[in-house]
């Protein structure tokens, strides 16, 4: 009983001291520093080195309609390096893994009809400017738009999205 009592306090430390430096579990600030906001992030493997890094986004009260701000984290051991920020929309981010590279996939609506379609790459580390094209997917949209976007994001990953009690952070799948 003794012995699966200290597994379970060393398991437990060892999850605290993980998190400890996980900007994610930290409350957001609100609008003018009152009270808390929520946040969207995604949890991959997005440098393909077997660890979970992070995609944290702004609070949601600097979204507008084509998304906000994201940082990207990668874990380096027991912590967390901030790496760059990307612009994205929770509900349309992407990865595809190359050799020594990946792509993050966004899509950035300009209007219902129209956006750009883009990546950064991630690569020794580094996270490139974002290299997009203008598309036009959706309702009023084009063939070419539409098939682009379906093949980006259909395996697209799914964003989690911060509720906030008494300056404890849980995190939910948001689809």
């Known amino acids: 009983m003794l012995k699966k009592l200290l597994q379970f306090t060393l398991l437990a430390v060892a ?6 430096d996980d900007p994610s579990l930290i409350p957001a600030s ?15 493997d997005f440098d393909s080195d ?8 702004l609070p949601l009260y600097t979204f507008g309609n ?9 874990r380096e051991e027991e912590s967390l390096a901030e790496i760059g920020t990307i ?7 992407s990865i595809e893994k190359l050799w ?6 966004v899509y950035l609506r300009g209007s219902s ?3 750009v379609i883009g990546y950064y790459v991630l690569e020794n580390g580094k996270l490139s400017e974002l290299n997009s094209i203008e598309i036009n997917p959706g309702d009023g949209g084009t063939p070419i738009g539409n098939s682009i976007t379906g093949v980006v ?9 911060s509720t906030t009690k008494d300056g404890v952070v849980k995190w939910s799948e948001w689809k």
């Open 15 to 20: 999850s605290i001291v993980r998190s400890a």
């Open 30 to 44: 609100g609008l003018d520093g009152a009270g808390t906001s929520e946040r969207y992030r995604f949890i991959a």
């Open 50 to 57: 077997g660890d979970d890094d992070l995609l944290l986004s």
């Open 66 to 74: 084509s998304g906000s701000f994201f940082t990207l984290y990668l």
């Open 87 to 93: 612009t994205a929309h929770p509900k349309a981010v």
């Open 100 to 105: 020594r590279k990946t792509r993050i996939w």
């Open 113 to 115: 009809s129209s956006g």
């Open 153 to 161: 994001f259909s395996d697209r990953l799914i964003a989690e999205r």
